[in-house]
């Protein structure tokens, strides 16, 4: 900050002004060391199958880092105080075409279960996801009904209704199609979860609660730009607002509902960090012991 003395004492900044893309350099120096450290842990461990912790939010923001420590297999979580929404839209893209060839198959799957032989003309990738996605989603509520929160509930209605309004909406978003894949796969790993004896099942069992609550928040913003297309088009038909029907599917209070999922999700990574920290401890104990018994046999 500098002042002009030409300008009657009145204080000009000479600064860059910090915008929202602007990280300082000392700041992304940490991020890109956090997410390193991250990756690293997660390579250390025996199996990266499953990642019990959640990933540093700025990891999007390094491909190679992001490539190593999470991959294309899960939906990462989207956060927009760290990630600007056009940038993880290109990620949704690129993650329905990492996961094209698996979402043919599912849906294939689930045609063939239903007796629907080849879909209809016109049914296009994100109708195929939606379908899917409400598919698992009553699967899991069907069989592991009693096991879930009224929160995790809620979530899965909400889900079902945003996968609802795309299959009534025109025209194909891979973006929309990556977060109903990406949803439809928490579910199906909650699902098995819940019917195997794991030590670590609540540890992964709330990685998936975490994903599914991230991931329905995207779909949330895919739905109300699908909603402003969908009106464009009616507008240039000339169809008003009132010749539509107003009325939401189901009925969801998903605003305060959400408050609850986040608060009850905080309440549980805060278990499962108790129970890394206590695993944690257990390994560098290990670790001792067999340094112990090697220098000792030396």
Known sequence: ???DASSNGETKSSEVPITATYIPRDVEYLCE??????VADKEDEETTADLLDAPPVFLIDYPDLFERGWGWERLFPYHSSSVEWPQFKK???EYSSHNAGQVATLCSQLR???GQGIPPAGCGVLHDAANLCIKIENKLLRSCHSA????EIILSSKIKECASHMIQSEGESSAAA???????KEARKLSYLLSEDDPDMCLKYDMCEYIRAYAAEVLTKLEKEFSCNTAGHAAENGITASDKSEKPIGNVKWNSNMKKLKKARKKRLKRAEKRRLKREKKRLKREEKRKSEDQ???
């Open 33 to 38: 060391a956090m997410a390193l450290e991250w």
């Open 296 to 298: 000792t046999e030396g």
């Open 112 to 114: 063939s279960v239903q």
């Open 91 to 93: 990620y949704l893209e």
């Open 1 to 3: 900050m500098v002042v």
């Open 178 to 184: 990556a977060g109903l894949v990406g949803i439809a």
């Open 148 to 151: 879930l929160t009224v929160e």
